[in-house]
């Protein structure tokens, strides 16, 4: 089972504080992915005050869902959370925290790095979506006045580089 500091792994991506309702969101639809791919249980917990639509204690599609306490923080709480484990050794905590990282390992809770466990969630993102996505081989290429038309509706002009 994992047991996610959440904003911790969610800091990972570039703009997030931008759309924190929406990062969140975007972020249990991974976790959804990847628990279903891994087989495994995921509990998250994250800073601040709930989602009306997704309460403490709430699950969303199998992924339980807390928050931290009124005055406290995520932290706190998954430390609650890793004390109370019947099955220590088969927890892990992900977080890149290194004060909650160790307060979890004296309790016998494995630790993985926020950067690794994103790294697993776009691996299997990434796997999740090739196995369900049909060839496009047989597809006509984008013509070339196609592409300068998307370009232009996506901002891009021709003289902006790559880089």
């Given at each position: 089972?994992?047991l996610?500091d959440?904003?911790n792994?969610?800091?990972q991506?570039?703009?997030?504080h931008?759309?924190k309702?929406?990062?969140?969101?975007?972020?249990?639809?991974?976790?959804?992915?990847?628990?279903h791919v891994?087989?495994?249980?995921?509990?998250?917990?994250?800073?601040?005050?709930?989602?009306?639509?997704?309460?403490?204690?709430?699950?969303?599609?199998g992924i339980?869902?807390f928050?931290?306490?009124q005055?406290s923080?995520?932290?706190?709480?998954?430390?609650?959370?890793?004390?109370?484990?019947?099955?220590?050794k088969?927890?892990?905590v992900?977080t890149?925290?290194?004060?909650l990282a160790?307060?979890v390992?004296v309790c016998?809770?494995?630790?993985m790095?926020?950067?690794?466990?994103?790294?697993?969630?776009?691996?299997?993102g990434?796997?999740?979506?090739?196995?369900?996505t049909?060839s496009?081989?047989?597809?006509e290429?984008?013509?070339?006045?196609?592409m300068d038309?998307w370009?232009r509706?996506?901002?891009?002009d021709?003289?902006?580089?790559?880089?």
């Amino acid at each position: 089972m994992y047991l996610i500091d959440g904003n911790n792994v969610i800091g990972q991506r570039v703009g997030w504080h931008r759309d924190k309702p929406g990062s969140r969101r975007r972020f249990l639809a991974d976790l959804t992915r990847f628990s279903h791919v891994k087989k495994v249980r995921i509990t998250v917990a994250f800073d601040g005050a709930p989602d009306k639509d997704l309460p403490d204690g709430s699950s969303y599609r199998g992924i339980k869902i807390f928050y931290s306490k009124q005055g406290s923080d995520a932290d706190t709480r998954i430390v609650e959370m890793a004390e109370a484990a019947r099955d220590r050794k088969g927890l892990t905590v992900v977080t890149s925290d290194r004060k909650l990282a160790a307060r979890v390992r004296v309790c016998g809770v494995q630790v993985m790095r926020s950067g690794q466990f994103r790294r697993l969630l776009d691996e299997t993102g990434t796997a999740a979506f090739a196995e369900n996505t049909p060839s496009v081989r047989d597809e006509e290429p984008v013509k070339d006045e196609e592409m300068d038309e998307w370009l232009r509706y996506f901002g891009i002009d021709d003289d902006q580089d790559d880089g």
